[in-house]
């Protein structure tokens, strides 16, 4: 096992954890100001996918499939929080988990509707595509290097845009005391769909820019949102930064778990039962460390309320 | 009064008998992740039948949508209250392993249009079981045999971490002769293979063998090919097949492959097959597609011999298998298994298409490892 190998798993860790900071980031958002749960949060980000790849088939452009995936998760956030999620604030969460989910299969199906069955090409654009050497002679894909800069440059904005602006405040207000920033004259149906459209557009670029890599498939959602709610309850729920730091340890767990475990197990174990063993326990890893962050604390790294 | 009776019932028997209706339940998945397998399999089917010209078969189609415990339900409800003679469609062997032992056990005809575990093959075959794809070992112990030939010495080799998964790297050991740089199980449903890459690099292997179906191997030759990585690449049909080329593009270019069926194999009943299935869906057929065109010729065949009603000659017929199948020669081993040849095949772009063109043969009429232990 050689410093190179550590280090390019590490870079695959982060990457990893960035883009689930993506997801994650919109859904605690929701979550921490309307007290919504959305499961339908991993459809905005096939969403995103679907349109990157018609955008890009269509232009032959990957900047211009990005922006169109952001505008079409954005709206199709802004519309459905228009008329399915405005009316479950009220209601309790069980509600809210049918009607989201009665939104997923409304997507899945309505996605197959329109792409078809098959799934969809997308590329990485010629710029970025191939391996660079990186000092102390790693060869690392260009392109995972760039969702890595994405992720924190978009990280960096959510952060701003959060402490440094009105936008920001009243959102922050919105977590904490609904009636208070409502009596105080701020448009809360407003600030809420520009939440959702926010949370969503997330989504939708996380989508496209990991589907440029992975398939753009129906269904491509759901596996990333359950990782996301593993982030957003290690991270503490409603927060940002909670879910900056769960996303990196639920990626950092499970790209170097997947790789070390099995060679642990090597250790005190014959070969192929370590790999089976091994790549059991690394497939629970991250399951493993929610329990141990929940028994440390129950309201999460960085959560303010049960 | 008792006479009538008789009268009626004797009607009723001979309107049945007249009529020789045949029922035929396809439980496939249409829906969800992966519907594009059971589609194919389902258009396959229903244009040998339309083809056929035969009204007498009646074809229930129904969408398991993946899961097991629904796949159960409809295959109840078509035997019990549908009553019909034979099932088919099922695409995934833990489908298979839940639907098949109880319908056969019930006097239904299962044929198997894809899904091949290697439960049904040895001590668990039975006389209802027609497997008419293959069994699940044999495209990755193809791999294998490729590998050998190609001289590859040193292979890495990754399947997810489930039954068909363990299956595909235990065919592949079955027949490659060489050593094993590297072996891993990946997570069901994986998308990102970044971990996975870095250890083909760091492991010095001479080729990788790859079993990942669907979605997981458009992720892992998208990746592959922007890793750097620059060794020769070997899996089974199953992520190069013509549904899910078009997604992985340029990535999967000059990749062996094996499988059974391809739309170049020289006979006139593929070539027929191919021109027709174009001509109907306008796409390429892609070997789904072939596997459900031959069960429903072999089907066919059989109901030109004998009907359902009557068992033993309806298995006699099946087993003979006496039907033109896409693949050339095509016979049945003592499992109700195909015997047959399966086919290297090359990833190649025709005009603006990515298929797939035959470059040798990989194994010669093969059976499984599991005949041996079928006691029927």
């Known amino acids: ?306 | 009064m008792k006479k009538i009776l008789a009268t009626t019932a004797a009607l009723a028997m001979a309107a049945s008998a007249g009529m020789a209706e045949v029922k035929v339940g396809l439980i496939t998945t249409l829906s969800g992740g992966g519907a594009g397998l059971g589609i194919d399999v389902r258009d396959g089917f229903m244009l040998a039948i339309n083809q056929s010209g035969r009204t007498d078969v009646e074809v229930v189609i129904e969408d398991d949508q993946r899961k097991p415990d629904i796949a159960v339900q409809l295959s109840d409800k078509m035997i019990q209250s549908e009553k019909v003679d034979v099932l088919t469609g099922i695409i995934w062997s833990n489908l298979a392993m839940a639907v098949v032992p109880a319908a056969v056990n019930q006097d239904v005809i299962y044929l198997s249009p894809n899904a091949g575990p290697s439960a049904l093959a040895g001590k668990g075959c039975h006389k209802n079981y027609y497997n008419v794809a293959w069994q699940n070992d044999n495209l990755h112990e193809a791999a294998g045999a490729y590998a050998n030939s190609a001289g590859y010495k040193n292979s890495f080799i990754l399947a997810p971490n489930y039954p068909a998964g363990k299956d595909a790297l235990t065919g592949y050991k079955r027949f490659f002769e060489g050593e094993l740089a590297g072996e891993l199980y990946t997570k069901l449903g994986q998308t990102d293979y970044a971990a996975e890459l870095a250890q083909i690099r760091a492991s010095g292997a001479d080729s990788v063998f790859f079993f990942l179906p669907g979605g997981m191997g458009i992720s892992f030759l998208k990746q592959y090919a922007d890793s750097g990585i620059d060794l020769p690449v070997v899996g089974p049909a199953f992520s190069f097949d013509q549904g899910i080329l078009q997604a992985v593009g340029g990535a999967a270019l000059g990749v062996v492959n094996t499988s059974q069926w391809n739309k170049d194999i020289d006979n006139p009943t593929n070539a027929a097959f191919v021109e027709s299935f174009q001509a109907e869906y306008g796409r390429l057929p892609s070997l789904y597609a072939s596997q459900g065109f031959d069960t429903a010729n072999l089907l066919l065949s059989a109901l030109e011999t004998a009907s359902p009603d009557d068992g033993d000659a309806f298995r006699a017929a099946l087993s003979a298998a006496n039907f033109n199948s896409t693949r050339g020669d095509f016979s049945f081993g003592p499992n109700n298994h195909p015997v047959q040849t399966i086919y290297a095949r090359e990833v190649i772009k025709e005009g603006d298409v990515f298929t797939n063109k035959i470059i040798g043969v990989a194994l010669e009429n093969h059976s499984d490892a599991y005949a041996a232990e079928c006691k029927m």
């Open chain 1, 1 to 306: 096992m050689s410093t190179v190998l550590i280090i390019e798993q590490v870079l695959n860790g982060l990457q990893f954890g960035v883009m689930l900071f993506l997801m994650a980031a919109g859904l605690t958002l929701i979550f921490g100001v309307m007290g919504l749960i959305n499961l339908a949060h991993g459809s905005f980000y096939m969403i995103g996918a679907f349109v990157a790849a018609a955008v890009a088939a269509a232009t032959g452009s990957f900047l211009l499939a990005l922006i169109a995936a952001l505008i079409a998760a954005a709206a199709a956030g802004a519309i459905v929080e228009m008329v399915v999620i405005r009316r479950l604030y009220a209601t309790d969460h069980l509600d809210q988990v049918l009607a989201t989910f009665a939104l997923i299969l409304v997507f899945s199906e309505g996605t197959r509707w329109i792409f078809g069955s098959f799934p969809l090409f997308l590329d990485i654009p010629g710029y970025l595509s191939g391996p660079v050497t990186l000092p102390g002679g790693i060869q690392y894909p260009l392109y995972r290097l760039t969702l890595i800069g994405a992720g924190l440059a978009v990280g960096l904005g959510l952060w701003a845009l959060i402490e440094r602006t009105r936008v920001g405040i009243q959102i922050r207000a919105g977590e904490n005391d609904r009636e208070m920033i409502a009596a105080l004259g701020v448009d809360i149906s407003k600030l809420y769909t520009l939440v959702f459209a926010l949370g969503a557009a997330l989504a939708g670029l996380s989508g496209a820019l990991v589907g440029a890599i992975q398939s753009v498939q129906v269904g491509m959602g759901e596996p990333v949102l359950i990782l996301a709610f593993v982030v957003i309850v290690i991270g503490g729920i409603g927060s940002i930064k909670g879910a900056f730091v769960g996303a990196l340890l639920v990626g950092l767990t499970d790209t170097l778990g997947g790789i070390f475990l099995p060679q642990l197990f090597k250790l005190f174990m014959e070969q192929s039962a370590a790999t089976n063993a091994g790549s059991a326990v690394a497939s629970m890893s991250i399951y493993i460390l929610m329990s141990i962050v929940l028994i440390w604390k129950p309201t999460g790294l960085f959560g303010a309320r049960p």
